[in-house]
């Protein structure tokens, strides 16, 4: 387990970009594989993207792709999702999650660690 706090959420207008910072508690941050997900009032939480260990493999629901990217920095315990060309249905808490493991996975089942989530609004 690590501790996630993730940050950057706000309020933001259609089109524009937002960035979301999570950090990570442990030294051993290049151990986990990290994700982030989504949950929309009423919604169930769904998968956004994630990354790999070293960073060099990333992967995304095809709702964001091309959109969205998932970056980390592993000498600074850190992921990022720089969001852009934001859209009304992109609003949602994002959470940032890990997992231990080497294999990157799209259910929120597969994750052991969780954030409090931050909130982003998208304006129509």
């Known amino acids: 387990q690590v501790q996630l706090v993730e940050s950057g959420g706000g309020l933001v207008q259609t089109g524009g970009s937002l960035r979301l910072s999570c950090a990570a508690s442990e030294g051993t941050f290049s151990s986990y594989v990290m994700a982030w997900f989504r949950q929309a009032p009423g919604k169930e939480r769904e998968f956004v993207g994630s990354i790999n260990r070293s960073g060099g493999t990333t992967g995304y629901a095809d709702s964001v792709k091309g959109r969205f990217t998932i970056s980390r920095d592993n000498a600074n315990n850190t992921v990022s999702l720089q969001m852009n060309s934001l859209k009304p249905e992109d609003t949602a808490v994002y959470y940032c999650?890990?997992?231990?493991?080497?294999?990157?996975?799209?259910?929120?089942?597969?994750?052991?660690?969780w954030g409090q989530g931050t909130q982003v609004t998208v304006s129509s």
């Open positions: 999650a890990a997992r231990t493991g080497y294999l990157t996975k799209s259910h929120l089942s597969d994750y052991d660690s």
